[in-house]
């Protein structure tokens, strides 16, 4: 079969169906990634593991199909007709039928990405705050848990339940509100501040599965604040294991559903009164062996020979005694001995120490001292008279006087006064006439004025 375009003369050459289909699943593809919004309808899942179904709007629908290898990953909720999607994905067209359809490689439910970009941003801010770090104990034995959820819902009925199988009738008080839409918030914030005044001991905020949009109220910023005023320990069951609210992150303890927030919470009343039965088992078992042990020790005390003979005890006291007083004697005595002996030795060294005793030594050596000092002394002196002699002897033999009484004289210089001497003549030479000299003969001084000098031959 062929298209042609009768009375257009400028009409592009002739294609085939094939040639066309080909051309338009071109221009689809060129189009690339492309996001879709609409509502689900008429699902159907194939044998094949592959998903159809159809987005419309008012006036338009589109076939959608998820093949099987990306079903696992494209959709996280459950399709089901009328619910508002983004579907993103390729176009795509079957030749056989002439149709094109959306190959969907994701799903998100249409508002779904703007509320996850908000919860990114409050997560980041409250834990800048350190909003998520306060984690504080939770009571063993509460007198009463404190409930917020709503009464209608499945929580709570999976909360009693779970309170029944461990402790019926366990005191829990209720604050209702309901736990989904515009105004849960703040209901659940007034719900918390009310049984803050109730005298609750901890709180538990719970409430059953859903959509994100169906969780939100438990990221808004009055829950938020509510728990981090609480004066409790708060403790919340929202949603199923892999859900995660800002609630759980603020939130003192998490619990990953409702009824497991109860098992946290409540005591198990049979566990609890086997340990009891247990701690009173082994607390008479102690009693009883310290009776048994008492008694014990009181039967060897009512055998022992101390109660049975008391004599005997006065005997054995008196024995010890004896032996101790002949071993303080004998101690004593030794001491006394060695006391005796030090003060004897101590008495010789001071009796050889004395001041008298060393003073008669001195004595007596000062007097052998001075026997020896007296020929000593006349030994000394006659030396010295004997070297001074022979020193005198020689003195005298050198003597310019001794000279002079053989004929010599020794003149000098005048020098200062008529009385005084000076340098030796000893060259003529060196005189000037006039000048006054002082001969010095045996017997006397003779003064005399040069009145010539002829010096010695031969002098220069």
């Known amino acids: 079969m062929a298209l042609t375009l009768p009375f257009d003369d400028a009409a592009p050459r002739v294609l085939t169906v094939t040639e066309l289909t080909r051309r338009v699943q071109g221009l689809l593809a060129n189009l690339g990634r492309v996001a879709v919004r609409g509502e689900i309808s008429r699902v159907l899942t194939a044998a094949s593991g592959h998903v159809y179904f159809d987005l419309k709007d008012l006036d338009s629908k589109i076939a959608c199909t998820i093949w099987k290898s990306q079903v696992p990953h494209a959709a996280r909720f ?43 941003r409050l997560k980041q801010e409250l834990a800048a705050k350190g909003w998520f770090d306060r984690k504080r104990p939770l009571p063993a034995m509460p007198a009463r848990v404190g409930v917020v959820t709503s009464r209608d819902g499945a929580a709570l009925q999976d909360f009693l339940r779970t309170r029944t199988l461990r402790w019926p009738l366990y005191p829990l008080v209720l604050a209702h509100s309901p736990v ?46 509510a728990i981090r005023n609480s004066r409790v320990p708060v403790v919340t069951g929202v949603g199923h294991e892999v859900d995660t609210t800002l609630a759980d992150l603020v939130a003192d303890h998490r619990a990953h559903t409702p009824t497991d927030a109860a098992q946290t919470l409540i005591p198990e009343r049979a566990a609890l009164f086997e340990r009891l039965q247990r701690a009173g088992n082994q ?98 002196v006659e030396l010295r008279e004997r070297r001074f002699a022979v020193a005198g002897g020689k003195l005298d033999a050198l003597s310019p006087l001794k000279i002079l009484g053989r004929g010599y004289s020794i003149t000098t210089r005048a020098s200062g006064t008529a009385t005084a001497s000076g340098e030796a003549v000893r060259d003529a030479s060196k005189l000037a006439v006039g000048e006054t000299l002082v001969t010095r003969v045996e017997k006397g001084r003779v003064f005399s004025k040069v009145e010539r000098v002829e010096p010695a031959e031969g002098a220069g």
């Not at 176009?91 to 439910?109: A, F, H, K, M, W």
């Not at 515009?182 to 599965?209: F, P, Q, S, W, Y």
């Not at 004593?332 to 120490?353: C, F, P, Y």
Request: hydrophobic content about 45%.
């Open 78 to 120: 459950e399709l089901k007709e009328g619910v508002a999607v983004i579907a993103h994905g390729k176009l795509d067209v079957y030749g056989p039928r002439g149709t094109y359809s959306l190959i969907v490689q994701r799903l998100e439910q249409e508002g779904v990405g703007a509320l996850l970009v908000e919860f990114e």
């Open 180 to 225: 989904q839409g515009k105004t849960a918030a703040a209901e659940l914030a007034r719900a918390i501040e009310r049984l803050n005044r109730a005298d609750v001991d901890v709180i538990a905020l719970v409430r059953g599965g859903g959509s994100l949009e169906d969780l939100w109220c438990f990221n808004e910023l009055p829950v938020l604040e």
């Open 283 to 380: 607390l008479l078992e102690a009693i009883d062996g310290q009776l048994e042990e008492r008694e014990r020790r009181l039967g060897d005390a009512a055998r022992a020979r101390v109660l049975a003979e008391p004599e005997a005890l006065l005997v054995a006291r008196g024995e010890t005694l004896a032996h101790l007083a002949a071993r303080m004697t004998s101690s004593l005595g030794a001491k006394l001995r060695s006391t005796d002996a030090r003060l004897e030795t101590a008495h010789r060294r001071l009796e050889g120490a004395s001041p008298r005793v060393r003073v008669e030594k001195l004595e007596r050596r000062l007097a052998e001292a001075r026997g020896r000092l007296a020929p000593a002394l006349a030994r000394l």
